[in-house]
């Protein structure tokens, strides 16, 4: 008896202190936050496991409640419940994702894994539930499902497709099979891109002879300087795989044998043959998303990924990706050619190399068009290029932007913005933060803390959307200045930040940016077109000392300069965008080697050796770790979009407030509530010509 009392009071206490946890857990409570941003500060990593699992929980209640609803089915009570249901669940899990990639720790890393596979089994559970699909089924079918028009009817057809995409026809047995390859593949791509991180991070190459830094900019040097002393190597100077550290090395250091080494550390991520190696995991993941496809009924993966976007098919992108690379391919051994003639010029014994390209071309373009980054830097402030984005928005749409003090962020290197539409209204909130840590995955990104929708009570919920990038920190010497292509990925992040801010649709699953992916990059991609407008530079390219505009000149050199090296860019890009399918359109999987069916392939394309491909397999993180497999080419195709959609702003004026109210109202705000070639028609009045991205980039 004795014995069962104190279980008794064991089982009490244990409940009291499982009660007492998810009282102070903030997911599980009010944020009590301002514009109900999360309360960051008050989350710790101990609190997503448990928000998780009860997040789960009321979503699986939600969907039973969906499916034993007496009613006959209908679009309410079935389509549109559905899509209101696991608000919870998606609140903790935005974000987890989005401080796993801004700003993760070795915690949080080791909770994405365990996390993973739990999140892949419930979505499955939902996907592969018969009498919930019974319902969605009978709503397709049925004479309300046919007779639905706008929103309601692409939610409705969105929501049927996910189902079958999702495995619902599947038999039992094929059922477990699928169930275990979402499991598996949700492990795998966070391990991809965890690897890719912890190479990036753990490489230095370190300076000790000051001779060694010839060619390369102060602030470049002040910069290495910064990272020795906090790596305790005061005295000397560390480079590092970051971009803002990489790429400037490659394009300015004399010592060209350092220049090889940082390069081959850069092409080698994820191919050391060490515990961080990422090339079986390749030909695990292609395997399994080709065996994922073929039980759905398609030939490839690709044929799965391109069904649902506006390309439709492998052939219509590998004809897009074969009209470019024609030219492309023509303009970079001429490129090539070019360069090679310097080197012999200035008495260089040795064939011009991937890791010579950069160096030389700022050669050729300062030899050309008198013309460097280290002249144009000092105009392009992080500051004054914000103030050049805010500027535009503004311009475009009456959009401006606060700076908050009072709310939370998840890092002291953000910063928030209030967002305000042009009558006053509240838009949503920004997040911005722009400098690389180790915390902090590579690249630049646009995510969202919270997606623009219509809640069941009907209140139109705003968004909360951050932008996060990788530039280079401010020194004690001088502030943040950025290259010119680094100011485009400023105002193409914005684009992105746009969708998701003007969005103004009514489905959670249908707003901001949850849109094809060969769509997604068509409102950031047409924002880097202002970033180099005359009329527009001469607002925000002012000297970080003097306050000097911009000078004439340098304005005009920049325009002259637009097509140079465009051969090499599009190509280092098209390679890559080629490799993405040469992995993911196969109908059989008989990879031996990744490296030695990489470079096959790549030569078979015709890839010079001078060229490398933008991202080799191993760290390719868009396709093997991101949203993007079968889906590279969505930069390429949404330039074809952008490039056409310029046009209009060119033909009426870049601030023409007609021109501008169309593109928001057809594009900017409705999300994926339509086919996105019939809200681009509504814009433009006409499908895209491919000449304006042609002509854009001298390839005609």
Known sequence: MKNYFIAIILLVMSVTSTQAQMTKNPFLNDYGTPYNIPPFEKITPEHFMPAVEEGMNKHSGEVKAIVNDPEAASFENTIARLDYSGELLRNVTTVFHNLNSANTNPQIQALAKEMAPKLSTHYDNIRLNEGLFARVKAVFESPEGKNLEGERKQLLEETYKDFIRGGANLDAEQKKRFREI??????????????????????????????????????????????????????????????????????????????????????????????????????????????????????????????????????NVT???????????????????????????????????????????????????????????????????????????????????????????????????????????????LFMDFHPRESKRGGAWMSSYRKQYVDEKGNNVRPVITVVCNFSKPTANEPSLLTFDETSTFFHEFGHALHGLL??????????????????????????????????????????????????????????????????ETVEYLAASFLDMGYHDLKEIDIQDVNDYEKQYLNILGLIPEITSRYRSTYFNHIFSGGYSSGYY???????????????????????????????????????????????????????????????????
């Open 182 to 315: 979402n499991s598996r593949l949700s492990v795998l791509t966070l391990q991809f891109g965890e690897n890719v991180l912890k190479e990036t991070n753990q490489y230095q190459l370190v300076v000790t002879n000051k001779a060694d830094l010839a060619g390369l900019p102060q602030n470049l040097i002040d910069q290495a300087a910064e990272t020795a002393t906090k790596a305790d190597k005061k005295g000397q100077w560390v480079f590092t795989l970051h971009n803002p550290s990489v790429m400037p090395f490659l394009q300015f250091a004399d010592n060209r044998k350092l220049r090889e080494e940082i390069y081959n550390a850069y092409i080698s991520r994820g191919n050391n043959n060490n515990d961080l190696d990422n090339k079986d995991l390749i030909k695990e993941l292609a395997a399994l998303r080709l065996e994922r496809a073929k039980m759905l009924g398609y030939e490839s993966h690709a044929a799965y990924v391109l069904e649902d976007n506006m390309a439709k098919n492998a052939d």
């Open 634 to 700: 969505a930069y390429i195709w949404a330039a074809i979009l952008d490039s056409d959609a310029f046009e209009a702003f060119k033909e009426k004026g870049l601030f023409d407030k007609a021109t501008a109210l169309s593109f928001r109202k057809n594009i900017l705000e409705r999300g994926g509530t339509e086919d996105p070639m019939v809200l681009y028609r509504n814009f433009r009045g006409a499908e895209p010509d491919i000449k304006p991205l042609l002509k854009k980039r001298g390839l005609l």
């Open 503 to 568: 969005s103004n649709s009514t489905y959670y699953s249908l707003t901001g940016t949850s849109v094809p992916r060969d769509f997604v990059e068509l409102p950031s991609q047409i924002m880097e077109n202002w970033a180099s407008e005359p009329e527009v530079l001469n607002m925000y390219a002012r000297h970080y000392k003097t306050g000097e505009t911009i000078p004439a000149e340098l304005v005009t050199k920049l325009k002259n300069s637009a097509v140079f090296n465009q051969g090499f």
């Open 319 to 429: 004809k897009l990706l074969n009209q470019l690379w024609e030219p492309a391919i023509a303009r970079a051994k001429t490129e090539a050619a070019d360069l090679q003639a310097i080197i012999d010029r200035e008495g260089g014994n040795f064939k011009l190399q991937p890791y010579d390209w950069r160096y030389y071309t700022e050669k050729l373009r300062k030899e050309k068009y008198d013309l460097s980054d280290e002249e144009l830097k000092p105009y392009f402030s992080l500051e004054n290029v914000q103030k050049g984005v805010f500027t535009v928005v503004d311009k475009l749409f009456g959009v401006t932007f606060k700076k908050l003090t009072n709310v939370p962020v998840y890092h002291p290197d953000a910063t928030a913005y209030e967002v305000i539409d042009a009558d006053g209204s509240h838009l949503g909130v």
